[in-house]
Nanobody
Framework: QVQLVESGGGLVQAGGSLRLACAAS?????????????MGWYRQAPGKQRDLVAT???????NYADSVKGRFTISRDNAKNTVYLQMNSLEPEDTAVYYC???????????????WGQGTQVTVSS
């Protein structure tokens, strides 16, 4: 199993910045038994569905929702098994719970699984 621990959420004024981080670890052993494939961030506002914000592949290719292009930047540190989301020029519409997501493959069995973090609240005041 893989555990994801998110950090960096909070309250910020419109126009401000926040940086989210999500660290992956193994719950019953080393994370190194897994190959971490794509990592990403999703968000869910009250009463709305969970939507993609940004993803990054193991090779560093990125994909962004149109609403955050030019304002958010996703990156990853493979040595630390951590994915980041730098959020600039935040808008009230960015208010949501942000969830980390990782796709992994177990080296020994090639089994593929997907994991979610617990979520971190981002609130942008106008």
């Amino acid at each position: 199993q893989v555990q994801l621990v998110e950090s960096g959420g909070g309250l910020v004024q419109a126009g401000g910045s926040l940086r989210l981080a999500c660290a992956a670890s193994g719950t019953s052993g080393s994370i190194s038994i897994f190959r971490i494939n794509a990592m990403g961030w999703y968000r869910q506002a009250p009463g709305k569905q969970r939507d993609l914000v940004a993803t990054i592949t193991s090779g560093g290719n990125t994909n962004y929702a149109d609403s955050v292009k030019g304002r958010f930047t996703i990156s990853r540190d493979n040595a630390k098994n951590t994915v980041y989301l730098q959020m600039n020029s935040l808008e009230p519409e960015d208010t949501a719970v942000y969830y980390c997501n990782v796709d992994v493959t177990r080296y020994s069995s090639f089994a593929r699984n997907n994991y979610w973090g617990q979520g971190t609240q981002v609130t942008v005041s106008s």
